[in-house]
């Protein structure tokens, strides 16, 4: 199930985003336009996993709330991506992940995942 981390958020769909991460502190931090073009951080903290999937690669219907597509981060609850990760960490007899969120959030190049245990509005550059 997807669900929008906030109601008040819609990206704009220009790819004008800016993405870091920080592999000492695990922290990503992610600024983007909102439609009403004003640039907006936000910060992931306790990052374990950070991928960009291609436009092509990523199908938006997955992502639909309420059967609309929406441009908004977004929080998937029963993640695959989550569950790929707890298998692989049994077989190499790992302790499994936990209390991690799967954020997406749309662009128009591409669709950044990141499993992170909060998502939180600014990046602390501000």
Known sequence: MIK???SDLEIDDVPRELVRYDGYRQV???ELDD???VRRG???SDVVGLRLVPSPCFDRRRIFV???YV???LV???SEWIAEINAAERRAGEPETRDVAHFIVPSDAGVWEILAKQC???TGDE
């Open 4 to 6: 929008r981390m906030y």
């Open 28 to 30: 990503a931090t992610i």
């Open 35 to 37: 439609v009403d073009e």
């Open 42 to 44: 936000f910060t992931f």
């Open 66 to 68: 309420d059967g609309s």
């Open 71 to 73: 441009s908004t981060i």
């Open 76 to 78: 998937e609850n029963g």
């Open 120 to 122: 939180n509005r600014g």
